[in-house]
C-alpha cells in the first residue's frame, strides 16, 4: 500500500522558514515526477512545485525565489523549503505523486502577519 506522510508544518511569522518532508512507502518513486500542492480556504488546490526524476523544477509564479523542491531517491523522500514566508501562503500543503494520483493527508502552514 502506498503511503505519503508529509510532516514539517506549523505556525511560523511573515518572513519566516518553514521546511516540509514527505517520506513516501509502498512503492519506490525515483522514475516518478512528485509534487507539492497547497489548497487554502475558500480556494481550489494549486500546484506549488513539481520535480522531476533528474532534478528539473517548476514553480508556480508566488513562490520563485522563495520555496525550494527537493528529492532524495535514496530515502524516497521529497522536500520542500519555504523561505520568506508570507500570511498568503497560509494553506494545507500536500504531497503528490501526480502521474500516479497520489496524495498525502496534507499538513497546515500558518503564516502570521
Known amino acids: 500500500q502506498v503511503q505519503l506522510v508529509e510532516s514539517g508544518g506549523g505556525l511560523v511569522q511573515a518572513g519566516g522558514s518553514l521546511r516540509l518532508s514527505c517520506a513516501a512507502s509502498?512503492?519506490?518513486?525515483?522514475?516518478?515526477?512528485m509534487a507539492w500542492y497547497r489548497q487554502a480556504p475558500g480556494k481550489q488546490r494549486e500546484l506549488v512545485a513539481r520535480?522531476?526524476?533528474?532534478?528539473?523544477?517548476i514553480y508556480v509564479d508566488s513562490v520563485k525565489g522563495r520555496f525550494t523542491i527537493s528529492r532524495d531517491n535514496a530515502k524516497n523522500t521529497v522536500y520542500l523549503q519555504m523561505n520568506s514566508l508570507k500570511p498568503e501562503d497560509t494553506a494545507v500543503y500536500y504531497c503528490?505523486?501526480?502521474?500516479?494520483?497520489?496524495w498525502g493527508q496534507g499538513t497546515q502552514v500558518t503564516v502570521s502577519s
Open positions: 503528490s505523486v501526480p502521474d500516479w494520483h497520489y
Open positions: 509502498g512503492r519506490i518513486f525515483r522514475l516518478d515526477a
Open positions: 520535480i522531476s526524476p533528474g532534478g528539473s523544477t
